[in-house]
């Protein structure tokens, strides 16, 4: 039954849908799509508040009612109205309960161990199949073998099985076909299709109770979207407005003028340090990212960050003297090999992902040529600092004829620089930061220049970018607080206060890029975020009060005589407190109130001392001393460790037993929290 549409039934379908308006802040740098429904419904908003208005204009102006009959009518369509409303909103729930989300469903690997070859081939067949693939199948040239050759317009992709006396993948070798010549597939490539597709047949033949149909379904998923990659990569080398086989290659020759750039910024990093491996964790603070070809995909990632939990499992993954370093280059202290195997199944890595997609409409092509980052304060490398990405752009037209034409649309192939790995999500960003992300990809996009000034430091009613980090509901709360306990008892326990800073935060995902010195400036803003981060996840935050963990009669059961006469008379004993309240806050970073475009360093703000990411802690001294003790902890990527710690005058002189490169090295062992108690355990208790 249709009804016209009345002021009950248009706010009703707003009413429908609860996930109509999303829970969270959105950003087009971390879920597109539902960052284009939400302008959407914003608009449909506008529009349902213009008709309501204009409605209600209409009802006053109009004369009152008499006809009994009519007013009877028109209550009656309105009970319709809402009892086909509360159905149809009845449905949508039962409906939205009981569909399954999105669920992968197992593989059915056979149980015959003979069948598995035939199953397997025939499984990797479909896949090249279904992504526009022509596959062909070879089972008698060479006996107790199977080969397969995927062939695209200019791709031809050769991968040959052993079947007795074990199914086992032998060898896959790839090369291109382009203007009447053929062309080689890197070692690498080769390699990493290698690793892809033996994967899945290492686990199809795994023993019978051991084998995860769930694990080898998604093994399959990734085989497929790797070759739709592929299939897209053919598909622009083959075209005639394409870059040929630098579609192909691009991977292969960045890498390599990349690992240059690593390879000197390392270097200046084991000088500073004088040693001759680079620790990893240093080199990633201090430095552009380390380049990792073929790592999760054709294209090229790069390891942005490490935690120091994640840090610590890898150095002792490279206990093996098998695994020996000494010829790479860079040398870190853990081998590229361990990084490259170990580092995706950690969850204190971060990974940012090149990747190239097919996009609807059309991406700025503003290029940024100005501005203060990327900063090279290691090692300048000026050269790649251009170096422009392989695009093509070319309507998409379905091969379906005429209608296909009317239904073209233009579309872009867009490089992305991608940040969620798997099924988690992308990374919790500060406003201030990731708007400084959409400056790097557009300068001179002024929508969103003056943002951050008119919400930084007002209440907004959304949760802070802290609250998106710690607070696993995503519900703003106006302070946490947590227990820090010393493990060696170095200090008494800490009390720690957080107070969340008034600055929304964004889930950043992926990012539009068209050449390096993007990537670079965007990795530069990235790991600050990282660092913060990491130190505030580092514990377990609770929002309000912490439990109190003894009764003041408890506490007065194990205080004797001698110490109650000790504090009677004034002589102040080593007296062990129950606590040691610290405050924490984060200082915004200073932005400029006006912006220009006279200067791009007036737009974004460069990495100097004053706007790099810090955490202020402060404390009261110990006793008898009535002050309070600061602590900044700064990063800073040019110090040696990429850290820097600055106290107050009075505790500075206090603290000779620890020196500045021993609370540096504190904070990138994963300490910053403990600075605090180390110097209230070290301060000398005087006596009066």
Same mark, same amino acid.
């Given at each position: 039954?249709?009804?016209?549409?009345?002021?009950?039934? &248009?706010?009703?379908?707003?009413?429908?849908?609860?996930?109509?308006?999303?829970?969270?802040?959105?950003?087009?740098?971390?879920?597109?799509?539902?960052?284009?429904?939400?302008?959407? /419904?914003?608009?449909?908003?506008?529009?349902?508040?213009?008709?309501?208005?204009?409605?209600?204009?209409?009802?006053?102006?109009?004369? =009152?009612?008499? !006809?009994?009959?009519?007013?009877?009518?028109?209550?009656?369509?309105?009970?319709?109205?809402?009892?086909?409303?509360?159905?149809?909103?009845?449905?949508?729930?039962?409906?939205?309960?009981?569909?399954?989300?999105?669920?992968?469903?197992?593989?059915?690997?056979?149980?015959?161990?003979?069948?598995?070859?035939?199953?397997?081939?025939?499984?990797?067949?479909?896949?090249?199949?279904?992504?526009?693939?022509?596959?062909?199948?070879?089972?008698?040239?060479?006996?107790?073998?199977?080969?397969?050759?995927?062939?695209?317009?200019?791709?031809?992709?050769?991968?040959?099985?052993?079947?007795?006396?074990?199914?086992?993948?032998?060898?896959?070798?790839?090369?291109?076909?382009? !203007?009447?010549?053929?062309?080689?597939?890197?070692?690498?490539?080769?390699?990493?299709?290698?690793?892809?597709?033996? =994967?899945?047949?290492?686990?199809?033949?795994?023993?019978?109770?051991?084998?995860?149909?769930?694990?080898?379904?998604?093994?399959?998923?990734?085989?497929?979207?790797?070759?739709?990659?592929?299939?897209?990569?053919?598909?622009?080398?083959?075209?005639?407005?394409?870059?040929?086989?630098?579609?192909? &290659?691009?991977?292969?020759?960045?890498?390599?003028?990349?690992?240059?750039?690593?390879?000197?910024?390392?270097?200046?990093?084991?000088?500073?340090?004088?040693?001759?491996?680079?620790?990893?964790?240093?080199?990633?603070?201090?430095?552009?990212?380390?380049?990792?070809?073929?790592?999760?995909? =054709?294209?090229?990632?790069?390891?942005?960050? *490490?935690?120091?939990?994640?840090?610590?499992?890898?150095?002792?993954?490279?206990?093996?003297?098998?695994?020996?370093?000494?010829?790479?280059?860079?040398?870190?202290?853990?081998?590229?090999?361990?990084?490259?195997?170990?580092?995706?199944?950690? &969850?204190?890595?971060?990974?940012?992902?090149?990747?190239?997609?097919?996009?609807?409409?059309?991406?700025?092509?503003?290029?940024?040529?100005?501005?203060?980052?990327?900063?090279?304060?290691?090692?300048?490398?000026?050269?790649?600092?251009?170096?422009?990405?392989?695009?093509?752009?070319?309507?998409?037209?379905?091969?379906?004829?005429?209608?296909?034409?009317?239904?073209?649309?233009?579309?872009?192939?867009?490089?992305?620089?991608?940040?969620?790995?798997?099924?988690?999500?992308?990374?919790?960003?500060?406003?201030?930061?990731?708007?400084?992300?959409?400056?790097? *990809?557009?300068?001179?996009?002024? =929508?969103?220049?003056?943002?951050?000034?008119?919400?930084?430091?007002?209440?907004?009613?959304?949760?802070?970018?802290?609250?998106?980090?710690?607070?696993?509901?995503?519900?703003?709360?106006?302070?946490?607080?947590?227990?820090?306990?010393?493990?060696?008892?170095?200090?008494?326990?800490?009390?720690?206060?957080?107070?969340?800073?008034?600055?929304?935060?964004?889930?950043?995902?992926?990012?539009?890029?068209?050449?390096?010195?993007?990537?670079?400036?965007?990795?530069?803003?990235?790991?600050?975020?990282?660092?913060?981060?990491?130190?505030?996840?580092?514990?377990?935050?609770?929002?309000?009060?912490?439990?109190?963990?003894?009764?003041?009669?408890?506490?007065?059961?194990?205080?004797?005589?001698?110490?109650?006469?000790?504090?009677?008379?004034?002589?102040?004993?080593?007296?062990?407190?129950?606590?040691?309240?610290?405050?924490?806050?984060?200082?915004?970073?200073?932005?400029?109130?006006?912006?220009?475009?006279?200067?791009?360093?007036?737009?974004?703000?460069?990495?100097?001392?004053?706007?790099?990411?810090?955490?202020?802690?402060?404390?009261?001294?110990?006793?008898?001393?009535?002050?309070?003790?600061?602590?900044?902890?700064?990063?800073?990527?040019?110090?040696?460790?990429?850290?820097?710690?600055?106290?107050?005058?009075?505790?500075?002189?206090?603290?000779? !037993?620890?020196?500045?490169?021993?609370?540096?090295?504190?904070?990138?062992?994963?300490? /910053?929290?403990?600075?605090?108690?180390?110097?209230?355990?070290?301060?000398?208790?005087?006596?009066?």
């Amino acid at each position: 039954m249709n009804l016209p549409p009345s002021m009950l039934s &248009t706010i009703q379908s707003l009413q429908r849908d609860k996930d109509l308006f999303p829970s969270s802040s959105t950003h087009l740098f971390g879920n597109p799509e539902q960052a284009s429904s939400t302008i959407d /419904v914003l608009q449909r908003l506008v529009n349902t508040g213009e008709e309501l208005n204009h409605s209600l204009t209409l009802y006053s102006l109009a004369s =009152s009612i008499s !006809n009994p009959k009519l007013s009877s009518l028109l209550r009656q369509q309105c009970q319709i109205s809402n009892s086909l409303h509360l159905s149809e909103q009845s449905r949508d729930f039962i409906l939205n309960t009981i569909r399954p989300k999105i669920t992968v469903y197992g593989e059915d690997i056979p149980l015959d161990p003979s069948a598995i070859p035939g199953w397997c081939v025939a499984r990797f067949e479909r896949w090249g199949s279904s992504v526009g693939l022509e596959v062909f199948r070879d089972e008698e040239s060479k006996p107790g073998r199977i080969l397969l050759v995927f062939g695209g317009k200019s791709l031809v992709l050769d991968v040959e099985f052993v079947v007795e006396p074990t199914f086992t993948l032998d060898h896959i070798k790839t090369s291109f076909a382009l !203007n009447n010549d053929t062309h080689e597939g890197s070692e690498q490539w080769d390699a990493f299709l290698f690793r892809l597709f033996n =994967s899945f047949v290492k686990e199809i033949q795994r023993p019978q109770f051991d084998a995860n149909p769930v694990q080898v379904a998604l093994l399959g998923l990734n085989v497929e979207e790797q070759l739709k990659r592929l299939v897209l990569l053919d598909k622009l080398a083959s075209s005639s407005d394409g870059g040929g086989i630098q579609w192909f &290659t691009e991977t292969d020759s960045l890498s390599e003028k990349l690992l240059i750039v690593a390879v000197a910024e390392a270097s200046e990093i084991a000088k500073s340090l004088d040693s001759s491996a680079v620790p990893l964790d240093i080199f990633l603070q201090r430095c552009h990212g380390l380049p990792l070809p073929y790592l999760s995909n =054709s294209f090229l990632s790069f390891l942005v960050h *490490v935690s120091p939990a994640a840090y610590l499992q890898l150095l002792h993954s490279s206990t093996d003297p098998s695994l020996s370093n000494a010829s790479e280059k860079p040398s870190f202290d853990i081998p590229l090999q361990i990084i490259s195997s170990k580092a995706l199944q950690l &969850t204190g890595c971060v990974f940012a992902t090149l990747s190239l997609q097919n996009t609807p409409g059309r991406v700025s092509e503003v290029v940024m040529t100005g501005g203060p980052r990327p900063a090279f304060g290691v090692s300048s490398q000026e050269g790649l600092l251009d170096h422009m990405f392989p695009h093509s752009k070319k309507p998409s037209l379905p091969e379906d004829g005429d209608l296909g034409l009317l239904a073209a649309r233009e579309t872009e192939n867009t490089w992305f620089l991608d940040f969620k790995q798997s099924d988690r999500q992308g990374l919790v960003m500060s406003q201030g930061r990731m708007h400084d992300i959409e400056v790097i *990809v557009n300068p001179l996009n002024d =929508s969103t220049l003056h943002v951050v000034s008119s919400l930084v430091g007002t209440k907004t009613g959304m949760a802070s970018w802290v609250d998106m980090l710690i607070n696993s509901s995503n519900s703003s709360a106006t302070s946490y607080s947590t227990l820090y306990n010393s493990p060696s008892d170095a200090h008494p326990p800490l009390r720690i206060h957080l107070s969340p800073p008034n600055e929304p935060g964004f889930i950043l995902e992926r990012v539009p890029v068209q050449n390096m010195k993007q990537v670079w400036a965007i990795l530069e803003v990235v790991r600050e975020q990282c660092w913060l981060n990491n130190t505030l996840s580092n514990v377990n935050w609770s929002s309000g009060g912490l439990p109190v963990e003894a009764s003041p009669d408890d506490i007065m059961d194990d205080v004797d005589e001698e110490e109650l006469q000790a504090i009677l008379s004034g002589v102040l004993r080593q007296i062990k407190p129950l606590h040691v309240p610290v405050t924490i806050t984060i200082p915004p970073p200073p932005r400029p109130a006006q912006q220009t475009f006279d200067d791009l360093s007036s737009i974004t703000p460069a990495p100097t001392p004053a706007n790099r990411p810090k955490l202020v802690m402060t404390s009261p001294e110990k006793p008898p001393s009535n002050g309070m003790i600061e602590v900044v902890v700064t990063y800073d990527e040019t110090k040696p460790k990429g850290v820097a710690v600055e106290l107050s005058s009075g505790v500075a002189s206090n603290a000779s !037993n620890l020196s500045a490169d021993m609370m540096e090295e504190i904070v990138r062992r994963g300490g /910053v929290l403990s600075l605090v108690g180390r110097l209230f355990g070290k301060a000398s208790y005087s006596r009066t």
